[in-house]
């Protein structure tokens, strides 16, 4: 076993056609955003690397499409309890990327664990069908895996993204050019060299780092790539649709979100604060399915209020590396920028500033935790997602009230809502428009639960059987 890549920080570099790769003229200089200061110097590869992972790629594909599922599983199981035994060096390194704290990156990278383990049962679990036909006659219907894929995954969960980008197509026999984001390499490093560890052949996974742009327009132009798996902002998941479209890529974009929360009179008020704020500062807002936009009824709207904003200002920020720490800085410098912006607008719009609001004074990108509230319907705040450690609150008065400001954005990832009234949590979670749905909870994401949403917030799912299903085609064979 090599422990090459995963010494604390290590010497960044991508992996194609079995090679390391630590040395480029164009780098890109991974921050501390807890500190600034600089981690190391990532090589970004060109057009001619990216032209040789896509050779490997194809290459890889061909022999892995025939490998045994039970030896797939095997490669997944393997690197699931090399991630297990690592999991002290690459959670330390993916909260100097990200900024996160010690103990979400440490339940990350297990969440990765497990998801690697669940995608080694589900790889021995494609089925096709016979369908009834005269005696004599055969028609089958076969799931093949559709071929090498280009994924590319955002810094927000640099160790969970990546393994969500490999684990199911390693699973359906797929290769992977994954490129994560440049902010975060370390983390996504420490998958990659996990599951080579495990035996996982190496034209199977190639890791490549570059400017997005660029490496996403050649990967996605090419013919070798069969299906295109995007995480990040819908803007740019737009694009990259757009350039897949131009040779009829399979699909699975998980977009951005701005979850609505809905907080009923007849909530278990003391719990519902406690989970709600805990869920805000969860790293440090930057969660595609961080709860966003507070719809509280009037009955109960001041209370919650005064509850709310004195639980979120008692939250301890700081470096995630540091004991006891509950929130950590913003992962770079346009995250304080884009929120400040998004503040004074729904400032000037007539919303009433809370608390927080600010960056917090040194060095690294902190921001205080923020609560807006009386916040109109046309600040930027309640039609962008924020991103941020922030909550726009509003009163609501009816249940078709609040179900139509719920739903009235193009986004639908996840949404929340907060009763104990049996009746009301049925017909609530009919209602909204969104693919994931949490009632008295905010926690979604699990290895046998698909993850993804509707509207722009993206379309098809990642994690279980869905996720393996997403990197299947279906072939017919009629035979006589
Ligand atoms: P961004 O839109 O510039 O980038 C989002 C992600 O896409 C990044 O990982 C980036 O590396 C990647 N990316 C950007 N341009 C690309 C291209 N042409 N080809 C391939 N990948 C490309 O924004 P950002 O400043 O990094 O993040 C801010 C916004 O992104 C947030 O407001 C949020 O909406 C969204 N975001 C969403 C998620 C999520 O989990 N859904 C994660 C991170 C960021």
Request: hydrophobic share 35%.
């Given at each position: 076993m090599s422990d090459t890549h995963v010494s604390e920080y290590p010497k960044l570099g991508f992996y194609i056609d079995a090679q390391w790769i630590t040395s480029r003229d164009r780098t890109h200089n991974v921050?501390?955003?807890?500190?600034?200061?600089t981690l190391g110097e990532l090589p970004l590869a060109t057009t001619a690397d990216l032209?040789?992972?896509?050779?490997?790629?194809?290459?890889?594909?061909?022999?892995?499409?025939?490998t045994p599922a039970a030896a797939r599983a095997q490669v997944l199981r393997g690197a699931a309890e090399i991630l297990r035994q690592r999991v002290d060096v690459i959670s330390r390194n993916a909260t100097r990327e990200e900024g996160k704290t010690l103990s979400e990156a440490r339940s990350e990278t297990l969440a990765c664990a497990d998801l690697f383990d669940f995608y080694a049962e589900e790889a021995k679990r494609v089925y096709g069908r016979v369908l009834v036909r005269p005696a004599g006659l055969r028609s089958l219907v076969m799931k093949e895996p559709v071929g090498p894929v280009a994924a590319f995954a955002p810094w927000n969960f640099p160790v969970a993204n990546p393994g969500r980008k490999l684990g199911a197509p390693i699973a359906a026999g797929c290769s992977v050019i994954l490129k994560p984001?440049?902010?975060?390499?370390?983390?996504a490093m420490a998958v990659v060299q996990a599951l080579i560890d495990a035996g996982c052949p190496p034209d199977v996974v190639q890791l490549v780092f570059g400017s997005p742009d660029e490496v996403s327009r050649h990967l996605l132009a090419s013919p070798v790539i069969r299906k295109l798996s995007f995480t990040g902002s819908t803007a740019v998941g737009k694009h990259l649709l757009r350039l897949a479209a131009e040779t009829v890529k399979l699909t699975t974009m998980e977009l951005g979100g701005h979850a609505p929360v809905i907080i009923f009179e007849d909530c278990d008020f003391e719990k519902t604060v406690s989970t709600l704020a805990a869920a805000k500062v969860r790293n440090a807002g930057q969660v595609c399915v961080s709860p966003t936009r507070f719809y509280i009824h009037e009955g109960i709207y001041d209370r919650f209020i005064n509850a709310f904003a004195k639980q979120i200002a008692k939250t301890r920020v700081g470096d995630g590396l540091a004991a006891d720490i509950q929130m950590g800085p913003m992962a770079n410098a346009r995250r304080p920028a884009a929120i400040s912006e998004l503040i004074s607008d729904a400032v000037s719009h007539g919303a009433r500033l809370r608390i927080g609001g600010e960056a917090i004074e040194g060095r690294g990108y902190f921001w205080q935790p923020t609560l807006l509230t009386d916040v109109p319907v046309d600040s930027r705040i309640m039609n962008e997602e924020p991103f941020g450690p922030i909550v726009a609150a509003a009163p609501f008065a009816t249940f078709d009230e609040v179900v139509e400001q719920s739903n009235r954005l193009p986004f639908g990832l996840a949404s929340f809502a907060f009763t104990e009234n049996a009746r009301q949590a049925n017909l609530i979670g009919e209602a909204i428009e969104a693919g994931m749905v949490g009632i008295n909870t905010t926690l979604l994401g699990a290895a046998?639960?698909?993850?993804?949403g509707v509207k722009q917030s993206g379309h098809g799912s990642e994690d279980g059987p869905e996720g393996l299903a997403a990197c299947l085609v279906t072939k017919t064979i009629h035979q006589v």
């Open positions: 921050i501390n955003p807890a500190t600034g200061e032209d040789q992972a896509l050779e490997t790629a194809e290459r890889g594909f061909r022999a892995w499409r025939r984001a440049e902010e975060a390499p370390a983390s046998d639960a698909p993850f993804g």
